[in-house]
């Protein structure tokens, strides 16, 4: 085969991905633009908020802003009372890394009762949190709780599993110390619709803890 074949072959495969990318983002976008809001007034009580988990410090030691508004956000719809409990859903795959756990202390410390937030331990990715939200935790309807790029694909992820959920913006995070995340985003959204097709489901699922 000739250079020319082969770098006219790396071209056209670059320009699909570039494609594809563009599409799956489009698509996600466009579907949750009514859906999510950083306004307070424009959020119906629901019974429950869900917050998607990340991890409380960076790897250089300084606390994640995405974690520090995460945590905002919450506070200001529990208080606001447009939501009853906190579900929260992240990492716990390990001893040494407990998302869950880190938002709970995290959350008591900004006065929200402990007896109203509930753990999710197995929400290893958005699609685990989102689903089992749902067949777990029985819920229906949900608000979700990240920055806008994250709450976007999971409203997407949560409208394929008979979900009705919106979402509640976080602070979003400049994008000088979070260009890395907005890159993998990019990735993580052409992976939802190849999870979908190919119908995949959580890690675990497990006996149901119902939120009522």
Do not use: C
Not at 2 to 24: N, Y
Not at 52 to 62: D, E, I, N
Not at 116 to 129: E, Q
Not at 187 to 198: E, G, N, Q
């Amino acid at each position: 085969m000739s250079i020319k074949k082969v770098i006219k072959g790396v071209l056209f495969l670059g320009l699909i991905t570039l494609l594809v990318i563009v599409l799956a983002n489009w698509r996600i976008n466009s579907f949750a633009e009514t859906r999510i809001t950083t306004k307070l007034s424009e959020i119906p009580k629901h019974k429950v908020g869900m917050v998607l988990g990340t991890a409380k410090y960076t790897v250089g030691g300084q606390i994640n802003l995405f974690f520090l508004y995460r945590i905002d956000a919450v506070e200001k719809l529990y208080k606001a009372d447009k939501i009853d409990y906190v579900l929260v859903s992240g990492d716990n795959g390990n001893t040494n890394y407990n998302e869950p756990q880190a938002f709970k202390e995290a959350l008591v410390e900004r006065g929200i009762p402990e007896e109203k937030i509930i753990l999710d331990y197995a929400g290893f990715r958005t699609l685990d949190s989102v689903v089992r939200a749902k067949e777990v935790f029985g819920q229906n309807q949900l608000i979700i709780i990240s920055q806008p790029f994250h709450n976007a694909r999971a409203i997407y992820i949560a409208n394929h599993f008979g979900i009705e959920a919106i979402g509640f913006n976080a602070q979003s995070v400049h994008y000088t110390v979070s260009i890395k995340v907005q890159l993998r985003e990019y990735l993580a959204r052409v992976k939802v619709f190849v999870d979908l097709l190919f119908k995949v489901q959580p890690k675990f699922l497990g006996e149901k803890i119902l939120i009522e």
